[in-house]
């Protein structure tokens, strides 16, 4: 039994490791290019969001190389399409003569006992994977939030990148959670070594859909534009923000914070862009960016709520909905230009 | 007081309800004009442009009230039993804040939370109506909702024993009803020579015995939405009868029936029954349109 699962950025590493430490034999996917792209859209419904397409391109590739059994994650609760993911992923499949296997691992308890299920491993073995995994995951957020940081302020254009390719390269032999700290201790210690000017760059949040804002093979790697164009880019949204909303129930204080511009839950991520535009707006940021698959139901239900937010304040802000037929270079144009915009605004708020 | 009511969307999923609702309460009330081109031009307009068809409709309705009356009602429609409504819903009121000047009366009816009834007390307190006489306005609102309900599903009910040729339209009520949205399908089949059928009038009560009529396979997910569920269960009842071709219409854009034609589509393929699947939106044009119904008639006969 080889098993697969979606490219998702960086993470893809921390779920490889995963698989890895639990003795399962994996494929893992391959970065997403517009041809697993093109290939998922062949056979996925066409009014389906974009993600499920990259997806279904994923497993494509993966069942070409030997996969027979695709680990797809899927939301539990929410009102949002994920729910359903896997059952049309699955259908889709089959109806194109894939005959895989498909686990389907919502966010519940039973995990565990799929999990079991799959490797044959036993409870311990099974926590200290997800230990190995959660703290996988946190350096993989703290390197690329470190990199948000230099981007924009390196000499030499293009070091941090350097670091971070070896570095994600190296990350995926580790098999220890010794080994793992160590390579925390070394990465970090590289990316200080990076020669840098210490200076006040303007700063964008990006806000948006957790899948689109996370994977920059699918978002044609917008922190690393921004980064180059000098603006440095804060992102809130991330996996381990995600599971920690859902273990002390954030939601609820972002309901109230939010509270005169959305009454309720919209599915998705849909409150916690308007929280987080709210936040980048107090801690004065000086622009906004949105991402979103094309056709999103919660974050294209949220749109004019943070367009009135961007009237109200004056914050520059720009909403970039990604699907196939989306192009690098149109992208980059509107990219160019939003960049300008907040570089006015960001030396206008410096004179005053 | 005047409350103005946009005949779009979530209107349909009660009609004639929250009018008599609000007469019985002693307000006056005001309902948009049937869809119009004017209608649909001005939705498009204001609202984001990736929202579904429907909505933008709304939007549209929405705006032509502003002005005319003192309060526009928007409920927020969330769930019914444990069933959801469409995402989209939740956030209408306040979208419908940013979009019109005019006073936006709204209530959260959460039917997992709190009973319907419950919530219309709280709507009725915002109006200044006390606890009994909104009760009893639920009341005869709910009569009046039965009456026309019960006259439609008798009607059905005879129209799927006719002999002639049957086909069932599958599609949110928003989408039945409005006859500026839908192209008037349901004159253009009868003009064609069949029967169409309206898969939300056909009656709930049909489905009371849980082991009659349950999906028996894990081949098809268990909707946590309330149309989905409905929709997936008259189908199965619908099977069971005798019909000639299926028609499922979606409105550009609408992500639940993106979900929903898959398994819509599995069902009658299993079945091997015609299906035809109509996407809706601004710019769909009649002949295009006639053209495919009538290629569909002809397969069915």
């Not at chain 1, 906004?288 to 919660?298: A, G, H, K, T, Y």
């Not at chain 2, 004639?16 to 498009?44: A, D, H, Q, R």
């Not at chain 2, 081949?219 to 199965?236: C, G, L, Q, V, Y």
Request: hydrophobic share 40%; aromatic share 12%; net charge positive.
């Amino acid at each position: 039994m080889k098993i697969t699962f979606p490219y998702w950025g960086n993470y893809t590493v921390a779920f490889e490791l995963l698989a890895k430490k639990l003795n399962l034999e994996v494929v893992p996917p391959e970065k997403t290019t517009p041809k697993t792209i093109e290939k998922g859209v062949k056979i996925a419904p066409e009014m389906y969001c974009f993600p499920l397409k990259v997806n279904l391109g994923n497993f494509l590739e993966a069942i070409e190389r030997g996969a027979d059994t695709i680990v797809m994650p899927t939301a539990l609760g929410g009102s949002c399409r994920l729910r359903y993911y896997a059952f049309v992923q699955d259908k889709v499949l089959k109806e194109n003569g894939k005959n895989v296997n498909f686990v389907i691992f919502d966010q519940s308890l039973d995990i565990f006992s799929k999990l079991k299920k799959l490797s044959k491993a036993n409870i311990f073995k099974m926590i200290e994977a997800t230990i190995f995994t959660l703290k996988a995951l946190s350096i993989i957020e703290k390197i690329e939030r470190k990199a948000q940081y230099l981007r924009p302020r390196e000499i030499e254009k293009g070091d941090t990148d350097r670091v971070l390719i070896s570095a994600f390269r190296r990350m995926r032999e580790i098999e220890k959670f010794w080994d793992l700290l160590k390579f925390e201790k070394e990465i970090m210690k590289e990316l200080n070594q990076i020669k840098i000017e210490r200076k006040k760059v303007p700063r964008v949040g990006i806000v948006g859909e957790i899948y689109t804002v996370c994977d920059h093979a699918v978002n044609f790697g917008i922190e690393k534009k921004f980064g180059n164009l000098g603006v440095e880019v804060h992102r809130e949204m991330s996996l381990l923000y995600h599971l920690k909303k859902k273990v002390f129930f954030k939601d609820f204080f972002i309901q109230r914070k939010i509270k005169p511009y959305l009454g309720s839950t919209v599915g998705g991520h849909g409150r916690d862009a308007i929280y987080e535009m709210l936040k980048y707006v107090k801690e004065g940021f000086d622009g906004v960016i949105q991402l979103l698959p094309s056709f999103c139901m919660p974050e294209t239900s949220v749109r004019p709520i943070l367009e009135k937010i961007h009237q109200e304040t004056g914050i520059p802000f720009l909403s970039l909905s990604l699907d196939e037929q989306v192009a690098e270079a149109g992208i980059d144009t509107r990219i160019e230009a939003f960049v300008d915009v907040v570089k006015n605004y960001y030396q206008r708020k410096q004179k005053t | 007081m005047k409350i103005g009511i946009p005949r779009a969307l979530i209107y349909w999923k009660r009609p004639y309800f929250w009018e008599s609702f609000f007469e019985n309460l002693g307000f006056e009330t005001l309902l948009s004009p049937k869809t119009n081109k004017e209608i649909v031009e001005t939705g498009v307009k204001i609202s984001d442009p990736e929202t579904c068809f429907s909505c933008k409709v709304f939007f549209g309705h929405l705006k032509w009230l502003e002005g005319k009356c003192d309060l526009i009602f928007v409920p927020r429609l969330k769930r019914k039993g444990n069933f959801e409504y469409c995402p989209k819903f939740f956030a209408l009121p306040d979208l419908a804040k940013i979009l019109v000047k005019t006073k936006i009366l709204t209530e959260t009816f959460d039917e997992k939370k709190e009973k319907f009834e419950e919530s219309l007390v709280k709507l009725g307190k915002k109006l200044g109506k006390d606890e009994e006489k909104v009760k009893e306005a639920f009341k005869k609102a709910l009569i009046k909702e039965k009456e026309i309900r019960e006259k439609q599903e008798k009607e059905t009910l005879e129209r799927l024993n006719l002999n002639s040729k049957k086909i069932i339209l599958i599609s949110h009520p928003y989408n039945l009803y409005d006859e500026y949205v839908n192209l008037r399908i349901k004159e253009r089949l009868e003009k064609l020579g069949v029967v169409p059928i309206f898969i939300e009038e056909i009656p709930n009560s049909k489905f009371q015995d849980p082991n009659k009529f349950q999906i028996p396979n894990s081949k098809f997910p268990s909707f946590h939405w309330e149309f989905a569920k409905e929709i997936m269960e008259k189908i199965n009842f619908i099977l069971s009868r005798k019909i000639d071709g299926a028609i499922e219409i979606s409105s550009f854009a609408c992500g639940c029936d993106a979900v929903l034609k898959e398994f819509v589509e599995k069902k009658f393929k299993e079945a091997k029954i015609p299906f035809l699947y109509l996407i809706i939106d601004e710019h769909t044009g009649e002949a295009g349109f006639q053209t495919r119904l009538e290629a569909f008639i002809d397969t069915i006969s």
